[in-house]
């Protein structure tokens, strides 16, 4: 137990930006116990990261290709993207940056569908309703508390990392591109288990601290992974 700390506090020392990272992957654990949040809330946090962190995904790519050489500007196909190197970078970000924002926008518009359809269907009797939303108070609150909490894990990993250790120099288009795809894997797996499995089990409570406490995990892992020099 004791060694598994030191290597805690080391990953963490190397790593502060995690903290944040695990302090922001908490605020589901104060809504449960606190504010009375059930499945809806959480899943819902977690779409709201998946467009917090989108929106970061495109602030990186433009640097990226602002950052790189029109000569070494690659032919690229990561499908849905086909990239072809324009004249120069601008004429290269004017072509892929549009597509990078229609798929995150396509992603995140049917997963909220998804969200609201499972939360609103009941099926003895079988019916629609809006009454997860709660109160429109409630709603605003609980959307205000998920945007500034995974502004902030978001933007000071962005501002420490990508800037401040200059990240976007070193990585290649290419590896800008597919970077999204494992934290974004992440999210959408916690969507799915809070929104469809969670509801499910025997103890719902249980299930969403279970959810709480392996995205944490995983989210930490991968945004070491993505970071690690």
Known sequence: LIKLLKKLIILFWNYPSSIVLVVTNAVPLVGVFFLDWEVFEIVYLYWLEVVVYSFFSIEKLKRVIAHTPPEQMPHIRIIPFVIRPGRSNEETMRRLVPDFIGTFR????????????????????????????????????????????????????YVRNFIGKEEYRRITLRKQLKAPLDRLGIMWVAIFFGGFVGPNFGDPMAALLFLVVVKTATDVYAHIKEHVK
């Open 106 to 157: 396509l992603v995140a518009i049917s997963t909220l569908i998804i969200i609201v359809l499972s939360s609103g269907i009941s099926l003895e009797p079988f019916r629609f309703s809006f009454a997860f939303l709660g109160t429109p108070l409630d709603f605003l609150i609980t959307t205000l508390i998920a945007l500034a909490s995974y502004s902030v894990s978001h933007g000071f990993s």
